[in-house]
Nanobody, 120 residues
Framework: QVRLVESGGGLVQAGGSLRLSCAAP???????????MNWYRQAPGKQRELVAG???????NYAESVQGRFTISRDNSRKVVYLRMNTLKSEDTAVYFC???????????WGQGTQVTVEP
C-alpha cells in the first residue's frame, strides 16, 4: 500500500477555482513513476466516480462532466499529482480521493479524501 496525502480542498463559490494536491512521501522516484494516478470523487448519496487520471507516461483522461474545466498533472520529481479545478459548479461538491494504481496491477491505494464544497 502507498501512503497518499491529499490537500487543497475547501469552500469556494461557483465559478471559482481550487487546486488539489496528492503526495506520496514514502515512495522514491523510481517507484512513483510506476504508478498511474487518479482523482475520484464521491458526493453524498452517490457512488464514487473517476474524475481524472494520468498514467505513468503522462497520458490523461477525464470524466465528461469535468472535461475542459479540470486539469490533472503530475510532478514525478516531487512525487505529487495535482488536480486543477476551474469554473467550479455546485455539482462538483464532493469528497475528492487520490488513488494510485501500479502499472503491474498489484497495488491499489487511496488517500483519506479532501472535501470540496462549491456554493451556488
Amino acid at each position: 500500500q502507498v501512503r497518499l496525502v491529499e490537500s487543497g480542498g475547501g469552500l469556494v463559490q461557483a465559478g471559482g477555482s481550487l487546486r488539489l494536491s496528492c503526495a506520496a512521501p514514502r515512495l522514491i522516484f523510481s517507484e512513483y513513476i510506476k504508478y498511474n494516478m487518479n482523482w475520484y470523487r464521491q458526493a453524498p448519496g452517490k457512488q464514487r466516480e473517476l474524475v481524472a487520471g494520468i498514467s505513468s507516461r503522462g497520458d490523461t483522461n477525464y470524466a465528461e462532466s469535468v472535461q475542459g474545466r479540470f486539469t490533472i498533472s503530475r510532478d514525478n520529481s516531487r512525487k505529487v499529482v495535482y488536480l486543477r479545478m476551474n469554473t467550479l459548479k455546485s455539482e462538483d461538491t464532493a469528497v475528492y480521493f487520490c488513488n494510485a494504481k501500479s502499472v503491474l496491477g498489484d497495488s491499489d491505494s487511496w488517500g483519506q479524501g479532501t472535501q470540496v464544497t462549491v456554493e451556488p
